[in-house]
């Protein structure tokens, strides 16, 4: 008995010990979140940039149902526009990639009609989806070439020409969208810009002949006009730009402002996972271009085009793209006429959010007359836009 209560005082001292120890770790523990800088916990823009990455990593592992969810609720409980129109433009792509026509329309729609005169943005986030609206259904066709299909063909298994009808039917409505919007304003190079880049993609998808020459005469049509805006472009001197924001600014803030990152186009080949299938949809949409002018004259392709630029205009990085610290080369595919404008802009690799400020900026790009056979010719080539913050 005496050893059992010689061992009582030392029990109790250790259960002591080890309760001051706790009560002196919450007290640290509790201190340290009153003393601790407001400005250690995560912002609000820190936690989106994060949810995004999330949702970019989901669908780089073609987790896409889950990435779409992750975007749905980053789109509801976020008021930000421009983390906004990235998630918008990172669902079209889902959508389109899972053949879900239905929410794609969906989301084409209600970014449609949100467009209001007062809010010039909302019309900038509309050209952005419709521009991933384009590149989604490019990437969809080239998926049918690498398993082997000819979009073209008439014995098309039934899933596939069902599966080709819906997609039809997505780029007619955009046509139609583009149709509106120059009808309203007969001097938007980007709806007739958007109208060319839809119309011929659309002509690749022709059911017959009589359906290619229909969409040919829509590539024809969106060229004229855009031929005509390009001589009011061309007067303007300096970073185009800069004076006229392009629709595919993903961030309505912070355009034109002294944070702009460094993009720059190199002549260098596009990165090592450009496919064989984009080349060959790249191939079929010029020449739906080239027979769709007078005579139907084949394009001579001269590869890059840096060293015939006359006139050079470096892409405005989207700002959230920017924050988030989303890098990439896009390559993009140009047709040039015989007096060095552009005439026909896609891109054909480089992350999604990244391609509608190249296309814009390439647009934008002049290039000395090309001679062959003592007569200027039309041409195609290519541009490398490198993205890479400061």
């Not at 896409?64 to 976020?78: H, M």
């Not at 961030?251 to 260098?268: C, F, L, N, Y």
């Amino acid at each position: 008995m005496k050893e059992i209560n010689e061992c009582r005082p030392a029990r109790w001292f250790s259960q002591k010990i080890n309760l001051l120890l706790i009560l002196v770790i919450c007290a640290v523990a509790a201190y340290a979140q009153v003393a601790a800088p407001a400005a250690a916990a995560p912002t609000d823009s820190e936690a989106m940039q994060k949810r995004i990455v999330r949702a970019r990593a989901l669908a780089a592992a073609h987790n896409l149902t889950a990435a779409a969810f992750e975007l749905d609720a980053i789109r509801n409980s976020t008021t930000d526009d421009a983390v906004r129109d990235v998630a918008r433009i990172m669902l079209m792509g889902i959508h389109l990639e899972q053949g879900d026509y239905g929410r794609a329309q969906n989301l084409l729609e209600e970014t449609f009609k949100a467009r209001t005169p007062q809010h010039e943005g909302s019309t900038r986030s509309y050209f952005a989806v419709a521009g991933q609206t384009v590149n989604g259904a490019r990437a969809h066709l080239d998926r049918y070439r690498a398993f082997g299909f000819n979009v073209a063909e008439k014995d098309l298994p039934p899933e596939a020409v069902n599966d080709l009808d819906r997609l039809r039917g997505l780029l007619e409505r955009l046509v139609e969208q583009s149709r509106e919007i120059g009808a309203g304003d007969d001097k938007n190079t980007d709806a007739f810009a958007l109208l060319e880049d839809v119309a011929t993609l659309r002509a690749v998808l022709s059911r017959n002949e009589e359906d290619r020459a229909r969409w040919q005469g829509e590539v024809a049509q969106a060229r004229q006009h855009l031929t005509s805006s390009g001589t009011r472009m061309a007067a303007l001197n300096g970073n185009i730009a800069a004076v006229n924001p392009t629709p595919a600014m993903i961030a309505s803030k912070g355009i034109g402002s002294a944070t702009t990152p460094r993009s720059t186009a190199e002549s260098s080949p596009a990165p090592a996972n450009n496919s064989e299938a984009k080349k060959e949809s790249g191939a079929v949409a010029d020449s739906a271009v080239a027979s769709a002018q007078p005579g139907g004259a084949q394009l001579l392709n001269v590869g890059s085009l840096l060293e015939k630029a006359t006139q050079k205009v470096s892409p405005t990085y989207p700002a959230f793209a920017k924050s988030a610290r989303l890098t990439g080369v896009v390559r993009v595919e140009l047709v040039v006429d015989e007096k060095g404008s552009v005439t026909s802009a896609q891109s054909s690799s480089g992350p999604d959010i990244l391609r509608q400020a190249a296309i814009d900026a390439a647009r934008r790009w002049r290039f000395r007359p090309t001679v062959s056979d003592g007569k200027p010719v039309r041409i195609t080539g290519f541009l490398n836009f490198n993205f890479t913050p400061q």
